[in-house]
């Protein structure tokens, strides 16, 4: 179970997550924790001017393929909308869910197929982009206030 799960891939993505990254005045910042694995993401953005992400980091507390996910987020996230960022996030969480193949616009994304048989996964996952959605609206209500 997890040779499949983890694959050579999950594992080289993983280790891409830039740690201990951090935005020194962010526009936004949100943490999510799973209650079902315990995973934990903090997400930190800064915005460019038309409200897409300018530069985003991320601290994850989580599995490999937690790991995995939330790397391929950040290398994939900048220049991105919120409405982007969460039309991926329904696309992924529609083919963990059982639904067919996997349409996203990250190519990246196909390397957690095989994390499509093991829901135990599906939620750290999916973290880093509803962390990465609460820091946009993080990031509303401090532009707004």
């Not at 891939?9 to 936004?28: F, K, S, T, W």
């Not at 996910?69 to 329904?90: D, H, M, P, R, Y």
Request: glycine share 8%.
């Amino acid at each position: 179970m997890a040779e499949t799960l983890y694959t050579r891939e999950i594992l080289r993505l993983a280790m891409q997550l830039a740690v201990n990254d951090e935005i020194e005045h962010p526009d936004g910042e949100a943490t999510m924790r799973s209650a079902v694995c315990g995973s934990e993401m903090t997400v930190q953005l800064a915005l460019n001017a038309d409200g897409s992400v300018g530069r985003l980091a991320i601290q994850a507390k989580a599995c490999a393929v937690g790991q995995a996910s939330a790397a391929i987020l950040q290398k994939n996230a900048v220049g991105a909308s919120a409405a982007s960022i969460e039309e991926t996030q329904s696309e992924l969480a529609e083919f963990l869910q059982g639904g067919g193949e996997l349409h996203c616009r990250w190519a990246d994304l196909q390397h957690l197929v095989p994390a499509k048989d093991h829901s135990a996964r599906h939620s750290a996952i999916l973290l880093p982009y509803k962390a990465l959605l609460a820091g946009f609206e993080a990031a509303a209500k401090n532009h707004a206030g």
